[in-house]
T-cell receptor
């Protein structure tokens, strides 16, 4: 595909369930980012990968959040024991390089609702 | 630490009218500044960016923005708004670290026919 894709687009989870959110970046893109966007807010940085290396995970809100990109392409964001405050849109973005100013291309997001 | 404020939560303009969305940033050195647009059900799309040089930058869809260091501002403008411009607009700043892009809270734009 031409752009970043994410699946599922919508996810409803009961509190305490584990969820896995998938991101397919643009082919060949080195950098991959995850953001969390709460209702009415701007995206907030969660974590950053350069190829398969997770270089920054300072934005992950708790140890229930875990991300991986084992082969340097597809990435999965996993949330364990979901809580209501985890309800948000999770955005994935990729970019071709690793320098300042590289354009990030965003996917449509996964809307997670925790009941 | 860098931060971004967008003073207007929601703006309504008539189709064909001019538009200005405000953005103020906090960053010690010369920032990298961006404007993104988010339409319902769509991903964020880059409208324009400023790194250095000419302080008036042109973007896609007829948008432009002006960097004013003295005011720590990077306001987005469009001379004539179209109904399809109704969306959420985010200003963002990238600081020293490549991965640290900080987004503002957004401004929601409504367009009246």
């Amino acid at each position: 595909g031409a752009g970043v894709s994410q699946s599922p687009r919508y996810k409803v989870a009961k509190r305490g369930q584990d969820v896995a959110l998938r991101c397919d970046p643009i082919s060949g893109h080195v950098s991959l980012f995850w953001y969390q966007q709460a209702l009415g807010q701007g995206p907030e940085f969660l974590t950053y990968f350069q190829n398969e290396a997770q270089l920054d995970k300072s934005g992950l809100p708790s140890d229930r959040f875990f991300a991986e990109r084992p082969e340097g392409s597809v990435s999965t964001l996993k949330i364990q024991r979901t809580q209501q405050e985890d309800s948000a849109v999770y955005l994935c973005a990729s970019s071709s390089g690793a320098e300042r100013g590289n354009e990030q291309f965003f996917g449509p997001g996964t809307r997670l609702t925790v009941l | 630490a860098q931060s971004v404020t967008q003073p207007d939560i929601h703006i309504t303009v008539s189709e064909g009218a001019s538009l200005e969305l405000r953005c103020n940033y906090s960053y010690g050195a010369t920032p990298y500044l961006f404007w993104y647009v988010q339409s319902p059900g769509q991903g964020l799309q880059l409208l324009l960016k400023y790194f250095s040089g000419d302080t008036l930058v042109q973007g896609i869809k007829g948008f432009e923005a002006e960097f004013k260091r003295s005011q720590s501002s990077f306001n987005l403008r469009k001379p004539s708004v179209h109904w399809s411009d109704a969306a959420e607009y985010f200003c963002a700043v990238e600081g020293d670290s490549y991965d640290k892009v900080i987004f503002g809270p957004g401004t929601s734009l409504s367009v009246i026919p």
